[in-house]
Structure formats: C-alpha cells, structure tokens
C-alpha cells in the first residue's frame, strides 16, 4: 500500500533531550516536508527536501533539523526540545513540488516536550 | 507576505443545509489552489485542486481572482463531511504551500 509511515505517533520526553522522528515513504517521491499543526496556526511548514542531499528552511525552522540521506527517509531530528515544541507534526511526500502537485500526508506524531 | 485567511474556526450546519467554507488569499499571480481535509482519526488528504476544475464528494471551488477567494461550496450539507478544512493556495514558492489556519466544519442532524 502507497503511504507515508511515521514513527512514533506519540512521544513523551524532557526539556533538552535529543529526539528523532522518522518519515517514511513507499511512492518515490522527490519531495518530502516536515510540518507542525497547532491550534489556531493551521499547518507551518518547518523543512522540505527536494531530493537526496538537498534540504532547505521552511517558515519555522528553529529548534529543528532534518536530513535527507536516502529518497525514502526524511527524519526529524529535535537536538535540544524545549516546551515550545509541544505539537503535532506531519510528515508528507509528493512527486512534484507541494506547490503543483498533491502532497500525501503521514499519520501524525504528537509531541509533548515537558 | 502571502497570506492565507480561512475567518471562521469553526462552521455549524444542519444535515441539507448548504455549506460555503471561506478562503481569501494575498497573491498577485495566478494560484494554484487546494483545498485539504481531515476527518476524524484520519490523515490529511488533498479534496480538490482548482486546476482539475472538478467537483469531489459534491465539494466545488471557484477562484475568484478579483476578490482573491477560494471559498469551498457543497449545496448540501452531509454528516461525513464533518472535518477540518484547509485552504492552501500556491503563492509563488515551488517547493511551500501556504496553509490557512484551517476551518471545523460541524454537520448536525
């Protein structure tokens, strides 16, 4: 089944211990985005990747990194959380860029950084 | 900045009543425009784009280039269309789309 894959869909963790939250997808998309949902904000992108090796900023890149080494895998990595970073995050693929093209959304990750 | 606006949080209609989710957006150009929906326990899923020009699960939207809207329609409103809406409309960067703040739509009998 095409999907993209989230890992873990729930999270629990303290002020400044480093986290990851992998994305995957099965559908050989170039284009990969890491967004947070909160209440009243709507969906913020915070880094996307266009292909292998190639990531930039979103709008709400701070506090976060991301990597993309293989075409499938776009993890999420939180060096230091803080409680700022409480949210729920989505993970999507597309083949073209998000702007033309239909983006396939993960199942979410609920993040409580304490 | 480009902005997206969706003015209303949350929509309350009867079963059979119409239903109008409203999007305006600040872009100069020609947007592409989508709109995305998640229901209940469920993940984010594109409903419809404006360049398919097509009417899904009865949902149509008409871009408005001189008000700048995007407003999602259905003529009757149906308890599964209970969801969150979001209006995300391409304005000028390939690789972002810009999402509004979204908009519950609540569908009681």
């Known amino acids: 089944e095409a999907q993209v894959t989230q890992n873990p869909r729930y999270l629990i963790t303290v002020t400044g211990k480093k986290l990851t939250v992998t994305c995957s997808q099965n559908?050989?998309?170039?284009?990969m985005s890491w967004y947070r949902q909160d209440p009243g904000l709507g969906l913020r992108q915070i880094y996307y990747s266009m292909n292998v090796e190639v990531t930039d900023k979103g709008d709400v890149p701070e506090g976060y990194k991301v990597s993309r080494k293989e075409k499938r895998n776009f993890p999420l990595i939180l060096e230091s959380p803080s409680p700022n970073q409480t949210s729920l995050y989505f993970c999507?693929?597309?083949?073209?860029?998000?702007?033309?093209?239909?983006?396939?959304f993960g199942p979410g990750t609920r993040l409580t950084v304490l | 900045a480009q902005r997206v606006t969706q003015p209303e949080k949350l929509l309350s209609v009867f079963k059979g009543a119409p239903v109008e989710l409203k999007c305006n957006y600040s872009y100069s150009g020609s947007p592409e425009l989508f709109w995305y929906v998640q229901y209940s326990r469920q993940r984010l899923q594109l409903l419809l784009r404006?360049?398919s020009r097509e009417s899904i699960k009865g949902f149509t939207a008409d871009l408005n280039k001189g008000e700048t809207s995007f407003h999602l329609k259905k003529p009757f409103a149906q308890e599964e269309d209970s969801a969150m809406y979001y209006c995300?409309?391409?304005?000028?960067?390939?690789?972002?789309?810009?999402f509004g703040t979204g908009t519950r739509l609540q569908v009681t009998l």
């Open positions: 404006h360049i």
């Open positions: 995300a409309p391409n304005t000028g960067t390939a690789s972002k789309l810009t």
């Open positions: 559908m050989n998309h170039e284009y």
């Open positions: 999507a693929s597309s083949l073209d860029a998000p702007s033309t093209d239909t983006q396939y």
